[in-house]
């Protein structure tokens, strides 16, 4: 259905990335005429199995390069590729269905739907692809399994449960339609280290049963543990560090 252009190795699945940028830009046009180049250039390659952090100060671009993997933003220049397929050329309807089956977000703030059930919410990127109700459950009830929630949240409001437990839900949500890729901004921003570690535990197994994991982050105790970090500043990836597990917060209690 997709055009898999630029990959000389095509029909090597191996080859493909999960992820790969072509020199993507950012550039917000200010009233003034002025520009603001919130992403200056970004290449990059990220494996089918990777789990990445990209650490950087507030302010630095993370977000954005997250929105545009994520393809909740089109670059004002540059290429997106995700598995091989060059999402430039998609309609935006192309995208969000891409969006949905390939990628699972999980935010700061948690974002959920505090009007729905913990259920409802777990199940929203299925509803949207039009799986009926019987099978919906099912998916959630896995979803839930592999986050190690309890099935008593599933009826609870998401405010009715610890910040720490809601993010987990948060994470049900984003791996309940089997995405190959996980995007997470800030996922332990708002939480304490006990919540944080959990967090991080969930993450780990997601990636270990084959999740593609980004992470963004501005915590050197969060961003070791992934497999990469990756240095973002002023809109540049700077370069890259190797994770030091010893500093992460699995040591930390
Ligand atoms: N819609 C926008 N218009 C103008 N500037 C923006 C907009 N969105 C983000 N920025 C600017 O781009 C920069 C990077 O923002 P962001 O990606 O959110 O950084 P981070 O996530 O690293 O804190 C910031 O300086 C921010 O003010
Ligand atoms: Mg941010």
Redesign the pocket.
């Known amino acids: 259905m997709f055009m898999l252009q630029g990959f000389k190795m095509m029909g090597m699945e191996e080859a493909i990335p999960a992820i790969r940028l072509e020199n993507v830009y950012k550039i917000?046009r200010?009233g003034d005429g002025l520009e603001?180049r919130?992403l200056n250039g970004i290449s990059l390659d990220i494996d089918r199995g990777d789990y990445v952090a990209i650490m950087?100060?507030?302010?630095?671009?993370?977000?954005?390069?997250l929105n545009m993997i994520g393809l909740l933003d089109r670059p004002t220049m540059g290429k997106v590729y995700i598995e091989g397929i060059d999402t430039s050329l998609l309609s935006d309807e192309e995208l969000s269905r891409l969006r949905n089956k390939k990628l699972g977000f999980v935010f700061q703030q948690y974002n959920l739907v505090n009007r729905m059930s913990v259920l409802e919410n777990i199940e929203l990127p299925l509803v949207i692809r039009g799986i009926p109700r019987s099978r919906r459950v099912k998916m959630v009830i896995e979803a839930l399994e592999k986050i190690g929630g309890d099935r008593e949240w599933l009826y609870k409001r998401p405010t009715q449960l610890s910040g720490g437990q809601q993010q987990r839900v948060a994470i049900a949500r984003a791996i309940v339609g089997d995405p190959d890729i996980i995007l997470a901004?800030e996922p332990t921003g708002n939480l304490d280290t006990a919540s944080s570690k959990i967090i991080m535990e969930t993450f780990e197994r997601l990636n270990k049963m084959g999740k593609t994991i980004v992470m963004?982050t501005h915590a050197h105790d969060i961003a070791n543990c992934a497999k990469r970090i990756l240095l973002?500043r002023d809109?540049v990836i700077r370069g890259e560090v190797r994770p030091d597990r010893s500093k992460s917060i699995f040591n930390l209690i």
Do not use: N
């Open positions: 917000y200010m603001f919130a950087g100060p507030s302010g630095h671009g993370k977000t954005t390069l901004d963004v973002i809109g």
